[in-house]
């Protein structure tokens, strides 16, 4: 499969790896946006979230969680945020499942949480539609 994520996990692209367990891979994003932007994901090829496995997703979110405190405890960082797009209609550009991670400090003036337009429905029809 010709998904630039799993060359990256592969070896075959390289790429500035920060953390990595058996089932986890995060390394830095290239975009040059945020200082610090991270990406974590499945080396198991998955396109998001709503297709991965059981035990991919447990293993990407401790290894969230394992590099976010990594931040937080010993590189300066206040916080993050972590941000996922599943689906094209989400946003999503590469179809290999990604959490980026965000490292914050206060003040830094980084705008990571989008500006919603406001809701067009009724929240109670909403709730009513997609309650389990
Ligand atoms: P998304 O739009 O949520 O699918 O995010 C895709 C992300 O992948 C973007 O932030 C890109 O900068 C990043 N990206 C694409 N190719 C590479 C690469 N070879 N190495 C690191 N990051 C990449």
Redesign the pocket.
């Known amino acids: 499969m010709d998904c ?2 799993c ?2 996990v592969s070896g075959e ?1 390289p ?2 790896k920060v953390y990595e367990t058996a089932h986890t891979l995060v ?7 945020v200082d610090g ?1 991270l ?1 974590a994901v499945p080396k198991k090829h998955c396109k998001n979230i709503l297709d991965c496995d059981e035990t991919s997703l447990r293993d990407l979110m401790l290894a969230v969680k394992e590099v976010s405190n990594h931040l937080v405890g010993h590189c300066g960082y206040d916080g993050v945020n972590l ?3 599943s689906g094209e209609s989400a ?5 290999h499942f ?1 959490i ?1 991670i965000i490292p914050r400090k206060t003040g830094d003036g980084v705008n990571a949480w989008p500006n919603f337009a406001g809701a067009k429905l009724p929240i109670d029809e909403v709730w009513k539609k997609i309650r389990i």
């Open positions: 630039i994520f060359k990256i692209v790429s500035r390394f830095m994003d290239v975009a040059g946006d932007h990406l941000l996922n797009a946003g999503q550009s590469v179809p990604h980026h």
